[in-house]
């Protein structure tokens, strides 16, 4: 996006680490939701499809999860590190204009 329109949508302040930790949070919310539905399927041949959706849901989430480790942007072993990139992260948020 080019910066006079990152300025006039007020997106100038929303930075990979955001956009990355919401990107991983969806894709979390997705496998949870795709395992619930597996768990209340009316028929074998909809599990099936659900169960497939599930197992590319689960490889998504990884590979966000290493893109972010890689970058420094998640911590998810090392708990003090991650709460201060969380604190940092919150605060970006609260700074973009509604």
Same mark, same amino acid.
């Given at each position: ?7 006039? +949508?007020?997106?100038? +302040? ?24 597996? +768990? ?14 599930? #197992? ?8 966000? +999860? ?19 990139? #969380? ?12």
């Amino acid at each position: 996006m080019n910066t006079l329109l990152e300025h006039m +949508t007020g997106l100038h +302040t929303l930075t990979d680490d955001v956009i990355a930790m919401d990107f991983l949070m969806n894709a979390k919310s997705g496998v949870r939701n795709y395992a619930m539905a597996v +768990t209340e399927c009316a028929t074998p041949e909809i599990k099936q499809i659900l169960m497939k959706q599930l #197992d590319e849901a689960i490889v998504s989430h990884e590979k966000i +999860t290493n893109y972010m480790m890689q970058r420094g942007l998640y911590h998810p072993y090392h708990i003090p590190e991650q709460i201060q990139l #969380d604190l940092k992260n919150i605060q970006t948020a609260m700074n973009i204009p509604s």
